[in-house]
Structure formats: structure tokens, C-alpha cells
Nanobody
Framework: QLQAYGGGLVQARGSLRLSCAAS????????MGWFRQHPGKDREFVAT????????YYADSVKGRFTISRDNAKNTVSLQMNSLKPEDTAVYYC????????????????WGQGTLVTVSS
């Protein structure tokens, strides 16, 4: 199971940190990712991190502003979001995959419930 939390309302140029707690089969051996979904649109890739934490990929839209990290001892993965923009407003989802750093949502096996991030201008 995956449980995402940390969403909320923040002003533009502000920061927010999302976290995702993993339990059960979604252990530290899984690749973890964050996706987001804007209203009326498909879910889109945000970031992914290898099981060791040594490799990370980001969507171009968040590169340099967002940082994904994980703490395998605590079975958590986080997304630090800085310099937020109104277009970052979305429901954010964490996900776990057995594949190698996928950026496609259909390659993730487990999903948490979303957490809403709202960035006001």
C-alpha cells in the first residue's frame, strides 16, 4: 500500500513537500515515482527514483524545482517542490514499479491515493 500526504494550498513561488509512505509489498526494492493529474487531463510523469536512490529522472517541467528522494529505512519517498507555479496545481500520486525507472504510468504496479496541491497566483 502507498499513502501520499502533504498536499495543500501554497502561494506561487512557495514550497511544499509531499511524502509517500509505503507498506506491504511496496518495499524498498521498488522504483518509486510521482505523477500528477490536472483537471480533465491524463496523469503525467513528474519524477522517479531508483531503489537505491542513486538515479533520478524528472519531467522537464519540474527539473530544477522539484527533488525526489527516498528513505528506505522508513519506507518513504518524498517530493520537495520549490518555486511552485500555478500550473503545478494538480492531484499528485505516488506509485511503485518493478521496472527500471519508467516514466509511463502504465508501467507502475501500485498507486497511492492522490493528494491535492493548489498553487495560487
Amino acid at each position: 500500500q502507498l499513502q501520499a500526504y502533504g498536499g495543500g494550498l501554497v502561494q506561487a513561488r512557495g514550497s511544499l513537500r509531499l511524502s509517500c509512505a509505503a507498506s506491504g509489498r511496496t518495499s524498498s526494492t521498488y522504483v518509486m515515482g510521482w505523477f500528477r493529474q490536472h483537471p480533465g487531463k491524463d496523469r503525467e510523469f513528474v519524477a522517479t527514483i531508483s531503489w537505491s536512490g542513486g538515479t533520478r529522472y524528472y519531467a522537464d517541467s519540474v527539473k530544477g524545482r522539484f527533488t525526489i528522494s527516498r528513505d528506505n529505512a522508513k519506507n518513504t519517498v518524498s517530493l520537495q517542490m520549490n518555486s511552485l507555479k500555478p500550473e503545478d496545481t494538480a492531484v499528485y500520486y505516488c506509485a511503485a514499479s518493478t521496472r527500471s525507472l519508467p516514466t509511463r504510468s502504465d508501467l507502475y504496479d501500485y498507486w497511492g491515493q492522490g493528494t491535492l496541491v493548489t498553487v495560487s497566483s
